[in-house]
Nanobody, 123 residues
Framework: QVHLVESGGDSVHPGGSLRLSCTAD????????IGWFRQAPGKAREGIAC????????YYANSVKGRFTISSNDNKTTVYLEMNDLKPEDTAIYYC????????????????WGQGTQVTVST
């Protein structure tokens, strides 16, 4: 069982930046795809960025491309989501998930999920 923990959520003004972290207790993430998903109130969960940690393949949703960057640390224990130029529409609970498949933004490809971290972007 892979236990994922997200951190780094906060409240920021539009144009601000945040870095979210996703860590697996006691596991290396090297053999997984890690996806960042988000769910805003009243909306479906959306896959926004995914990385296959072992080969570095990456996917970004159009809504975040050019503003968000997904990466992993050198020892493959943490995946980050660097978020820049944040907008009010980025307000959501952000989840990380781990799966055995490729770096794709399909929820059913991911087997393990964290509890989420809140990101709020407002004036």
């Amino acid at each position: 069982q892979v236990h994922l923990v997200e951190s780094g959520g906060d409240s920021v003004h539009p144009g601000g930046s945040l870095r979210l972290s996703c860590t697996a207790d006691g596991f290396t993430l090297n053999y997984y795809a890690i996806g960042w998903f988000r769910q805003a109130p009243g909306k479906a969960r959306e896959g926004i960025a995914c990385i296959r940690v072992d080969d570095g393949s990456i996917y970004y949703a159009n809504s975040v491309k050019g503003r968000f960057t997904i990466s992993s640390n050198d020892n493959k224990t943490t995946v980050y989501l660097e978020m820049n130029d944040l907008k009010p529409e980025d307000t959501a609970i952000y989840y990380c998930a781990a799966g055995w498949g490729p770096a794709v933004a399909h929820e059913n490809m991911y087997d393990y999920w964290g509890q989420g971290t809140q990101v709020t972007v407002s004036t």
